[in-house]
């Protein structure tokens, strides 16, 4: 049998790029929470950019809209641009295996 992506990788690191307090910025952090719980749970570290206090900060992902979720671990590196409300699209756009 061979191992999942879950079981191999330890950490997941992701960056979620986002605007503000904006509704379409609150419900991508709704649903990346939810989905990193019922896939990775514990093996996740999220970090929030907002690019209104920080626009400079999209420069390092080369970041063309948002918000946009990066994943830098494990590698490769992949991006997301959405709210993330289709949670399938997500776990394929992340090479996530889902968890049964």
């Known amino acids: 049998m061979k191992?999942?992506?879950l079981t191999v990788e330890k950490?997941?690191?992701l960056r979620l790029y986002i605007a503000g307090q904006t509704?379409?910025?609150i419900t991508a952090l709704t649903n990346l929470k939810k989905i990193c719980?019922?896939?990775l749970a514990n093996q996740y570290n999220i970090e929030i950019?907002?690019?209104v206090r920080h626009p400079e900060l999209a420069r390092?992902?080369?970041i063309l809209?948002?918000?946009t979720l990066v994943r830098s671990l494990p590698p490769p590196l992949k991006k997301?641009?959405?709210d993330l409300s289709n949670s399938e699209k997500v776990l394929l756009g992340l090479d996530m295996e889902p968890r049964v």
Do not use: F, R
């Open 80 to 82: 997301i641009i959405g």
């Open 11 to 13: 950490s997941w690191n």
């Open 65 to 67: 809209a948002i918000p």
């Open 49 to 51: 950019i907002d690019l």
């Open 60 to 62: 390092k992902d080369q």
């Open 23 to 25: 509704p379409k910025s």
């Open 37 to 39: 719980e019922q896939h």
């Open 3 to 5: 191992p999942s992506a």
